[in-house]
C-alpha cells in the first residue's frame, strides 16, 4: 500500500518508492558481499592450479620416507572441508644431491593434504622407499602442474 508523506510545500515522498529504494539497496549490498567472499574465501568446486614452478622449502622425515611441505595460498579456506589435489609433479633436492627427480626430469607424485590454519596447506608425498640422505633433513623442492579443487 503506497503512502505520500508530504516532507515541503509541493514536495511528496512516495512510501512505496522507498520502500522499493531499500529492496534494490539491500540486493545490492548482499551482490557485493558475494563478491567479497568470491575475493576473500576459497568457494565450493573453485579449483587452484600453479601456472608456473613454485620453490619451497620442507622436511624428510618418517623414516626418510616422508616428504612434507607446506604452502601459502592467497584466499582463506575458513569455508572449505576438503581439498582434492592432482597433477603434481616433483624434484626434490638436498645437500646438493636430487633425492626425488633430477634437474627437469620431474617425478609425477600423489600427495596427501591438510589444512593447517586458514589460509596454510600442509602436503605429504609418501616415497615407497627410504629416500637417500638422513632422516629429519631440510630439503628443497620444486612443484609443478598441481592441481588444488576445494569442497566445502
Do not use: W
Not at 38 to 45: I, K, L, S
Not at 64 to 80: G, H, Q
Not at 100 to 128: A, E, I, W
Request: aromatic share 10%; hydrophobic share 35%; with cysteine.
Amino acid at each position: 500500500m503506497s503512502k505520500s508523506i508530504k516532507l515541503q510545500e509541493n514536495i511528496y515522498l512516495d512510501t512505496k518508492s522507498v520502500s522499493h529504494g531499500r529492496k534494490k539497496l539491500y540486493e545490492f549490498l548482499e551482490e557485493i558481499k558475494e563478491q567479497i567472499d568470491e575475493a576473500q574465501f576459497y568457494q565450493n568446486d573453485e579449483v587452484f592450479e600453479l601456472t608456473d614452478t613454485l620453490y619451497v622449502d620442507g622436511t624428510l622425515t618418517t623414516g626418510r620416507t616422508d616428504v612434507v611441505f607446506s604452502v601459502f595460498l592467497p584466499k582463506s579456506l575458513k569455508n572449505i572441508s576438503s581439498i582434492g589435489v592432482s597433477n603434481t609433479k616433483i624434484v626434490v633436492r638436498c645437500d646438493g644431491n636430487y633425492i626425488v627427480g633430477s634437474g627437469s626430469n620431474y617425478v609425477s607424485v600423489d600427495l596427501n593434504v591438510k589444512k593447517c590454519g586458514d589460509n596454510v596447506l600442509t602436503f605429504t608425498y609418501k616415497s615407497p622407499s627410504a629416500l637417500g640422505t638422513l632422516n629429519n633433513t631440510a630439503i628443497a623442492l620444486a612443484i609443478q602442474d598441481m592441481k588444488l579443487i576445494f569442497k566445502k
